[in-house]
């Protein structure tokens, strides 16, 4: 289980990624889809495309886009993604640190440690795609009391009912997959199983400084209604770094959500203060 405690909070500043003019629901309102969210958009065409009408999602809300008929190919070569639509950085993130401060400039720090994500949908998966900036790898798959978390990875949260609840459920997953392939799936804080080999790809970068992640989560294990346009889902994400080449040491770490200063304030220990997501058109 995750020492939650030693942890220390540097940085929280304006701490959200990027959301292409979306503008963020800080006050945490119910990720509940109303008739309202979704605007007078006429009844989608099914017939025509299964993803439904085209829409923004509702404010506040990352926006997943719909891919039925041109799912990605999980090879985590990320080109068929075409640009990702999201930024984390040590600026407009939650910018934690358990060993080394970060330098405060926005160059440095972001090759240090730094992402881009997409999220897409058909109707069997939700698909997550993750590139790493990260000057300095750090991983020990034979450390003693081995985590993946404490290396170099990437961590997708998934509240499938999005009802944020104060523990995990059934329909809650915590996802964590490092530079090496090495992964694991948590809930409240502790391992539960592998993420299935199937359900993910890492690619280096030919310049052996960054890593990609590409990860699929099935409806099937988030419970919930249907999948459409319009559902709602919670979501976090959170970049490990380790920067010990000799032992494996959670350096620094950039959380997109949750990190409230009250209550639950880390996405392992409960779903309550995830972020907001919404399935969408192409």
């Known amino acids: 289980m995750r020492s939650l405690g030693a942890l220390l909070v540097l940085l929280c500043a304006s701490c959200r990624f990027g959301v292409h003019g979306v ?6 309102d119910d990720l509940a889809v109303a008739a309202s969210d979704l605007g007078a958009a006429a009844p989608p065409d099914f017939a025509t495309d299964p993803c439904g009408p085209a829409r923004l999602p509702s404010a506040g809300r ?18 068929d993604w075409g640009a990702l639509d999201y930024t984390l950085t040590h600026a407009n993130a939650q910018s934690q640190s358990s060993a080394n401060a970060w330098t405060g400039k926005p160059v440095e720090d972001d090759a240090d440690s730094s992402a881009q994500m ?7 998966y939700l698909w997550v795609a993750m590139h790493v900036d990260d000057d ?3 991983l020990h798959p034979n450390a003693a009391n081995y985590q993946p978390y ?3 990875a990437v961590e997708l949260y998934v509240d499938g009912l999005a009802d ?14 490092t530079a090496d ?8 804080g502790s391992l539960v199983g592998a993420v299935p080999v199937a359900d993910f790809a890492v690619q280096p970068d030919a310049t052996g400084v960054g890593f990609s992640v590409e990860l699929r989560v099935p409806w099937s294990v988030l419970g919930g209604a249907a999948v459409a346009n319009g559902r709602a889902l919670g979501v976090d994400f959170e970049v490990d770094d380790d920067d010990n080449t000799t032992i494996q040491e959670l350096t620094r770490y950039l959380t997109w959500w949750n990190m409230s200063s009250t209550g639950c304030n880390y996405p392992p220990a409960c779903t309550s203060n995830f972020g907001a997501a919404q399935l969408v058109g192409r």
């Open 164 to 177: 944020r609840t104060a523990a995990y459920g059934a329909d809650d997953h915590q996802f964590v997959v």
């Open 62 to 79: 990352l926006a997943v886009r719909c891919v039925i008929g041109t799912s990605p190919i999980l090879d985590g070569n990320l080109a």
């Open 23 to 28: 503008p963020i629901d800080s006050a945490g």
């Open 181 to 188: 392939g090495h992964n694991g799936e948590y809930k409240n």
């Open 136 to 138: 300095i790898r750090g």
């Open 118 to 124: 997409s999220l897409r949908w058909d109707l069997t």
């Open 150 to 152: 404490l290396d170099d």
